[in-house]
């Protein structure tokens, strides 16, 4: 079974940073195996992808309303998924999880492609 727990969420202002982790458990380097994605979802809005990378860390797209502002990145050895969020806006506010899904060279925004889903990890971006 694998397992993903996210971390590094937390309230900031409007044009703040926040970087997010997920750990995934099981064998070293899996996810160098995977592709792996972010997503949000604010209360009454449905799960949106803003990130994946793929190809063993070496791809990643993003959704437009992030581009440029947030950074997918992971670190194999320690099985570790990071998300870098900078320029935060109130509208960045939401609950975001982590996933991943055993197709190493294609990624994707949508969450019905993901197997597997962290707990979440909210973030709140006051103006």
């Known amino acids: 079974q694998v397992q993903l727990v996210e971390s590094g969420g937390g309230s900031v202002q409007a044009g703040g940073s926040l970087r997010l982790s997920c750990v995934v458990s099981?064998?070293?380097?899996?996810?160098?195996?995977?592709?792996m994605g972010w997503f949000r979802q604010a209360p009454g809005k449905e799960r949106e992808g803003v990130a994946t990378?793929?190809?063993?860390?070496?791809?990643?797209y993003y959704a437009d309303s992030v581009k440029g502002r947030f950074t997918a990145s992971q670190d194999n050895a320690k099985n570790t998924l990071y998300l870098q969020m900078n320029s935060l806006k109130p509208e960045d506010t939401a609950m975001y999880y982590c996933a991943a899904r055993e197709r190493r060279y294609t990624g994707s925004l949508s969450a019905s492609d993901y197997t597997y889903w962290g707990q979440g990890t909210q973030v709140t971006v006051s103006s």
């Open positions: 099981r064998n070293t380097y899996i996810i160098s195996r995977y592709s």
């Open positions: 990378i793929y190809n063993g860390g070496r791809d990643t």
